[in-house]
């Protein structure tokens, strides 16, 4: 296992949710981090919660444009580990009422972005380093109807993972594929509602609640120590895909 002591580790999506989550952990093991997204405001906040330590910097960039991301590595020049949790609330309408401009906009963020975060990363990633982007229980258990575009999107990021490990080797590439997460993406998605859902969503799963992003971050940080771990999918979901 390698110590992620005084390495460089940048998290798209790090101002929020998992993100901030795997960003904590990684400063309490002593890294260098870099968060990014694409709200300055979010960032700044995001660093008065962390408490500005030394070995916290932000950036930001937008994924769905190359020149940020461009911009990002050349910053920071070669680092250790990528992670991204960036994301954008998912399209929910039935196939038959899908908007393609909306799933093209989804599509776009979540995957290209991804592929485009890959492709600015690549070399200034050193050898033995890791990419770790992040999937979803969606892909295992979509929800019906309405589920059928981010089932495809969260899906296709363990294809990408099996990939990127062969063509990046040996940097390593994998995936962390969470289940329900208490993040502010839930407000979004269901607004004032949120209490009650979460509570008849922690009923239904073996481990009896929602996870919180300290939760899953354990997950992120094992596939970056972990140097023997490539091309695999860790699913932190509570048991959701037994239920």
Known sequence: MTSLKGQTIIIFGGSSGIG????AATLERGANVVIAGRSPEKLQAAEERLGRPRGLRSFAADLERESDLSRLFEEFGEFDHLVTTAGTPPP????????????GRFVANKLIGTVALAKHAAPYLKP????TITSGINKDRPPVPG???VAAVAGSFGHLAHALALELAPS?????????????MWDILVGNDKSAYMREMAARLPAGRIATPADVAGAYIYLMESDFMTGETIHVDGGQRLI
């Open 20 to 23: 901030f989550g795997v960003a």
């Open 172 to 184: 390593r590439v994998n995936v962390v594929s969470p289940g329900w997460v208490d993040t502010p």
């Open 147 to 149: 589920g059928a575009i």
């Open 92 to 103: 929910g309408a039935p196939i038959g009422a899908v908007d393609i401009d909306v799933i």
């Open 128 to 131: 033995g380093g890791s990419m």
